[in-house]
């Protein structure tokens, strides 16, 4: 089952608008991170956040994480079309083996 | 090598035939693992690996699915007597000691059973 999920499922958006995606998740976690996949292929690592974080910043992006409502949120600013591609959020448990668990993902889709 | 490589890039099999996936990950990353991810879905976990050793593999879907991992570095991920809906994108991604470091992912596997 997934840890994760995010929303919207789906999200279309004009080049230069800013991008909210979601992501919930139900049990206690270490960390969460955000991936980006192109083209269903391999994924790359955006940023990681701690369950002690509440926001971090890497360029155009903002990851903020309430721990107490166990949810996250990954904000592009100023989209380009070549931030088109699907966005996933990743949980790390805590406690013992810390699985990694990836949820649906947000297919974001950027016009020129 | 620069990062995590995965061969073959494409394989068709005929329904019945066993196939390999090979997995080489970044050197020096002692965790590894396998998902999978049917088209337009998310990633589905298989299997993790800590040096040659696999914690968990709850996530292999049945007995037709093996993986091994030896030299604590290539992984090989095998599927005996395909069937159409083991169709899908094989992703391996290896990471430093421990998962809660981030995941350096291959470009997959895409296997298609006809």
């Known amino acids: 089952s997934q840890q994760g999920e995010e929303d919207p499922q789906a999200l279309s958006i004009q080049e230069g608008e800013n991008a909210t995606m979601n992501c919930s998740y139900k049990?206690?976690?270490?960390?969460l991170q955000w991936y980006r996949q192109n083209s269903g292929r391999g994924l790359v690592h955006l940023i990681l956040?701690?369950?002690?974080?509440r926001e971090k910043h890497s360029g155009r992006l903002r990851v903020t994480l309430d721990t107490s409502k166990k949810s996250s949120s990954l904000l592009i600013t100023a989209s380009r079309a070549a931030d088109t591609a699907s966005y996933f959020c990743?949980?790390?448990?805590?406690?013992?083996?810390?699985?990694?668990?990836f949820g649906i993902g947000t297919k974001l889709q950027v016009i020129p | 090598g620069a990062g995590v490589s995965q061969s073959p890039s494409n394989k068709v099999t005929e329904k019945g035939k066993d196939v390999e996936l090979r997995c080489d990950p970044i050197s020096g990353h002692t965790a590894l693992y396998w998902y999978r991810q049917s088209l337009g879905q998310g990633l589905e976990f298989l299997i993790y690996f800590q040096g040659n050793s696999a914690p968990d593999k709850s996530g292999l879907p049945s007995d037709r699915f093996s993986a091994e991992r030896t030299g604590g570095s290539v992984s090989t991920l095998t599927i005996q007597r395909t069937q159409q809906e083991d169709s899908a994108v094989y992703l391996c991604?290896?990471?430093?000691?421990?998962?809660?470091?981030?995941?350096?992912f291959g470009p997959g596997t895409r296997l298609t059973v006809l």
């Open positions: 991604a290896s990471s430093l000691a421990g998962t809660s470091n981030e995941q350096f």
């Open positions: 956040i701690r369950s002690n974080e």
């Open positions: 990743a949980t790390g448990s805590s406690g013992g083996y810390q699985k990694v668990t």
């Open positions: 049990t206690s976690i270490n960390n």
